[in-house]
């Protein structure tokens, strides 16, 4: 049986130690980052190994939006433009399918080598001001148009095979500091909120899987982080939004969270999210996280069991036409200057 929560590895092998551990802890799945990749034969046998000391196929997660964020990348990966940029070219282009299509090739990418969750896309509204964290990640301004951008892009990823994980909900583009320093405290009231921040996770509350943000929205829990607000996550993730399906919390890591990685576990479990995430691959942190993470039950395993049945597709059959699709409306982009 598994537990609820993800767990990330110390570098680009399994330890003696972290074998030991994924076979008595059964974390759900893991997430890599970059200290995890070197080419594509070693993180296939990575997320072999991983699999075989767990003894079922279980999720192997990973970041790949493009732009900043992409953990597969040169010179053994192609890579892929950010959000905004790969949004604002296909609007250039008139090609809104190009999302689709190009985040189909990022799941051949990822399925070729054992992983098969994308945390991404990435459904945060762009406003003045807001942290660089977010920045160029997010599609753009206008909910309708993220909406789109961000249905495009899970397409693709669904067709390839990858469960798409749309992030950070409800919503982090209002904040103003990085959550991985710091807590973010948003002051727009509710009706602001979900005229904007919230209408894209509305528009994607079918897909199957979502993360959290960690920031305070103090219209609506002034006290808690979203991730650990039952407030947030049963009156607007799951009510308001209409998200049933499977949530992660972003990293327990990160600097917006107080207390132990035990006390943040707990405290993110009892709130309602499904699954937590836990990312820095130290092993007394895994222990600490895994202590806290119940077997998964109930809902909570059957949304992950729901989620889990995206994890079939096909490698797109003409990506040098996407490639050269793509350069052409980067070029045009780049002329427009938009």
């Known amino acids: 049986m598994s537990r609820a929560f993800v767990t990330g590895l110390r570098g680009t ?5 972290e074998r030991a551990f994924l076979a008595d802890a059964a974390p759900w799945g893991l997430i890599l980052f970059c200290r995890n990749v070197e080419n594509p034969d ?6 072999g190994d991983f699999r075989d000391a767990l003894g079922w196929n279980a999720p192997v997660l990973i970041d790949q939006e493009g732009g900043r964020v992409q953990r597969l990348t040169a010179p053994h990966w192609r890579t892929y433009p950010s959000g905004r940029r790969l949004a604002g070219a296909a609007a250039v282009a008139g090609d809104l399918k190009l999302i689709e299509d190009v985040a189909r090739l990022i799941g051949d990418d990822l399925a070729a080598v054992g992983i098969d969750v994308d945390c991404a896309p990435c459904l945060d509204i762009a406003t003045p001001g807001m942290t660089p964290a977010i920045g160029d990640r997010s599609y753009g301004e206008r909910p309708d148009r993220v909406a789109a951008a961000g249905r495009a892009f899970a397409d693709g990823l669904t067709a390839a095979g990858v469960l798409p994980v749309i992030k950070h909900v409800p919503g982090h583009g209002r904040a103003r500091v990085d959550s991985h320093h710091e807590l973010p405290v948003v002051d727009a009231d509710l009706d602001s909120l979900a005229a904007s921040d919230f209408a894209p996770f509305a528009a994607l509350a079918d897909l199957p899987a979502a993360m959290t943000a960690h920031l305070v929205y103090t219209a609506i829990d002034a006290d808690r982080p979203a991730t650990q607000s ?22 327990l890591s990160m600097n917006a969270l107080k207390g132990t990685l035990a006390e943040r576990a707990r405290a993110t479990l009892a709130a309602g999210c499904d699954i937590a995430l836990h990312c820095s691959g130290d092993i007394g942190e895994m222990v600490a996280v895994a202590a806290e993470a119940p077997e998964l039950v109930g809902k909570a395993a059957a949304r992950a069991e729901r989620a889990l049945k995206g994890r079939a597709g096909s490698p797109h059959d003409d990506a040098d036409g996407v490639l050269a699709r793509l350069d052409a409306a980067l070029a045009a982009f780049d002329v427009a200057g938009v």
């Open 13 to 17: 092998a399994l330890s003696a130690d």
């Open 230 to 251: 039952p407030v947030v996550i049963e009156r607007i993730i799951r009510d308001r939004i209409g998200f049933d399906g499977l949530l992660f919390s972003d990293d």
């Open 42 to 47: 070693q993180v296939r046998r990575l997320t």
